[in-house]
């Protein structure tokens, strides 16, 4: 009996000692996978790597206009037209040129038409909306950018002193920049600058020489990999290959989920240090002290995901103060008076700022991701309405209490959540972005600090005095409310649309590109009394206010209930250059007013009272001087950081 079962006892026996073995090596490889590594001398592997075991990751990643941030200049990445087209702009002329796949800006100067440079483009910088580009220097890996960029929405060349904040007379160098001194480290994966000349600067400014750090520095840069990569986001991935490169490891990493400790998925992490690894890049920051900022320009940043950001460097606000002497306020312009964040780049701070993140643990990947949804903006489409905003405000997930706390109708402009809470005030290069200070609408608040109000994205027709007493009358009786008071100074009975004469850069920029929006209260010929502002606000003297006010005068052209009516403005309109000379500039707009006048306005319907334009759809004189008189007042240029 013994005999006949020994042959069974044997394969049980080989089983047992296999699934112990099994186990034993999984336990080995759990136990591998749960110790901690130190990132901080991890070496970089490449997306490459990733993608052998990660390729629905990868190709969700490689999507993204992360990825093509920074990238080799070739005829598959560059997005401009280099066709030749002369552009002429403060005494320079610049051809964009292609030869045999290589790509050049051509210098003349434009009053002579003498050849002065030619100047190869290397890398682009960019992909979505526009393309910047870079040229090397021939002696080492310092990148120059260069004067103009493309611009994919406007299909066309723009002068770089036309993206920034600042006014006309600029010079033509004026945002000629070094890529490796700061652009390099939120545009690659694994930056180290490695600045050369550091020593050298420092005995010449001991001599009392004049320095430009802007431009002066030289460098010998590398990076890991061009373009925001997995690695930035995961940390450095050289043990996590090792580890995969064994069997069992891999499988311990499939069936224990998260144990694995040489790499970091953001997802996992608390939403403080998730939201922390997007901020070392969406939140303008300084360093503690000299000796920081001397190790970050050699061997580039320190800090790795799954650390707290605090500690390797300080997020600035609206009181930081710079260590240069003339320069302590830099950044003060780059908030609004109340603090709230005014330019991109400082998402952090403005979701940090915010109750949500500070009391309930809101974290960046609440709302995006880098491996779902449109590119543009990395938001799945059921993030793009209020689905992440109920998943704590569960008590407006009914209708009828949504329609209660918003007194808007459900499906209108007026109850997304992001609209009220997360209005459009920030300025990106050529474009407006919203906040991500979450926070209530407050007139006072608002009016005072100089900044726009969500009632007054939509309702730009209204005035600061009519949201306060609307706000107001929500919480009790209306006529509790009083008056606020515009910091830009203007008539606070006057509309809102009104910034854009009165208002400083951002104000001018963001009311400007509101009025085209078609989530306006007023829609097709109720907004005509919008292009007499608007026509104004294209003679203004920063090149940001006359594109959104054009490209506004365009959207509202493009919601007439009758196209013929104004196809004569379309076209003087279409011929209107915000970049062009100040005499191209007046005769452009001398035919734009003519065709303007020609038209009959007689069944228009009439400007609102607050509006102040008169009943000829133009701004009365009077009015308009004082508008005009009120905006110097807050002429200044802005450095964006970029």
């Given at each position: ?44 592997v490449g997306s490459a790597v990733c993608a052998d075991c990660h390729q629905g990751r990868h190709g969700s ?51 002579t038409g003498a050849w002065l440079n030619r100047i190869s483009i290397d890398k682009t910088v960019g992909s ?335 005035t600061p005095l009519w949201v306060a007493i609307e706000l107001a009358g929500w919480n009790g009786p209306a ?164």
């Open positions: 009996m013994s005999v006949s079962r020994s042959p069974l006892f044997l394969v049980l026996l080989l089983i047992g000692l296999a699934i112990g073995l099994c186990l034993w090596q999984l336990s080995r490889a759990y136990i591998t996978l749960g110790q901690p590594i130190d990132f901080s001398n991890a070496e970089f990643w490689y999507a993204t206009y992360h990825r093509t941030m920074t990238q080799y200049a070739t005829p598959e990445t560059v997005q401009g037209r280099f066709d030749g087209q002369a552009l002429d702009y403060a005494g320079f002329r610049v051809r964009p040129i292609e030869e045999n796949g290589r790509f050049f800006f051509d210098y003349y100067d434009l009053s979505h909306r526009y393309q910047q580009y870079l040229t090397r220097l021939p002696e080492d890996q310092t990148h120059v950018r260069l004067h103009y960029l493309w611009h994919n929405g406007d299909q066309r060349w723009v002068h770089m002193n036309g993206a920034f904040l600042g006014p006309d007379g600029q010079e033509f160098d004026q945002h000629i920049a070094i890529w490796n001194q700061n652009c390099i480290f939120c545009h690659n994966t694994g930056p180290q600058p490695r600045i050369t000349n550091y020593e050298e600067l420092q005995a010449r400014a001991r001599r009392g020489e004049a320095i430009e750090v802007a431009l002066d520095t030289r460098f010998d840069s590398v990076v890991a990999e061009l373009g925001i990569s997995c690695e930035t986001c995961h940390g450095p991935g050289e043990r996590h290959v090792e580890l995969a490169g064994e069997r069992w490891n891999r499988v311990a990493m499939r069936l224990a989920p998260g144990r694995d400790q040489s790499i970091v998925n953001p997802v996992r992490l608390d939403a403080q240090r998730g939201s922390h690894v997007c901020a070392q890049c969406h939140a303008q920051r300084m360093f503690p002290d000299v000796d920081q900022l001397r190790q970050m320009m050699d061997t580039g940043p320190s800090f790795r995901p799954g650390d707290d950001l605090h500690d390797h460097v300080v997020p600035v606000r609206r009181d930081t103060v710079v260590p240069v002497l003339g320069h302590e306020d830099l950044f003060e312009l780059r908030f609004w008076a109340d603090g709230t964040p005014r330019l991109t780049a400082y998402e952090y701070q403005g979701m940090s700022a915010s109750a949500c993140y500070q009391q309930a643990q809101l974290s960046c990947m609440d709302c995006h991701s880098m491996h779902a949804g449109d590119p543009a903006g990395q938001l799945t489409d059921r993030n793009r309405g209020n689905a992440p905003c109920l998943r704590c405000h569960q008590d407006f997930r009914r209708e009828t209490a949504l329609v209660e706390h918003t007194r808007h109708p459900a499906e209108s402009a007026g109850s997304l959540c992001y609209n009220c809470h997360m209005p459009h005030l920030k300025y990106g290069v050529m474009d407006i972005h919203r906040s991500h200070r979450i926070e209530v609408p407050d007139a006072h608040r608002d009016a005072a600090a100089g900044r726009p109000n969500a009632c007054l994205n939509c309702h730009v027709e209204e006529e509790a409310a009083h008056a606020p008071v515009r910091q830009d100074g203007g008539p606070l009975e006057l509309s809102e649309l009104s910034t854009v004469l009165v208002g400083d850069p951002v104000q001018k920029a963001v009311m400007a590109w509101r009025a085209g929006h078609v989530d306006s209260v007023q829609r097709g010929r109720e907004r005509a009394w919008m292009l007499a502002y608007l026509i104004e606000a294209m003679e203004d003297i920063y090149p940001s206010t006359r594109r959104f006010a054009a490209l506004s005068y365009g959207a509202i052209v493009d919601d007439w209930p009758r196209p013929d009516e104004v196809a004569e403005l379309r076209e003087s309109l279409s011929r209107f250059d915000f970049m062009g000379t100040e005499q191209d500039r007046a005769s452009q707009m001398s035919a734009l007013r003519a065709s303007w006048q020609a038209l009959d306005k007689s069944d228009w319907p009439a400007p609102p009272p607050q509006s102040g334009v008169g009943p000829d759809f133009v701004l009365p004189a009077a009015l308009r001087e004082e508008l005009v008189e009120l905006g110097p007042r807050q002429d200044k240029q802005i450095s964006i950081g970029e």
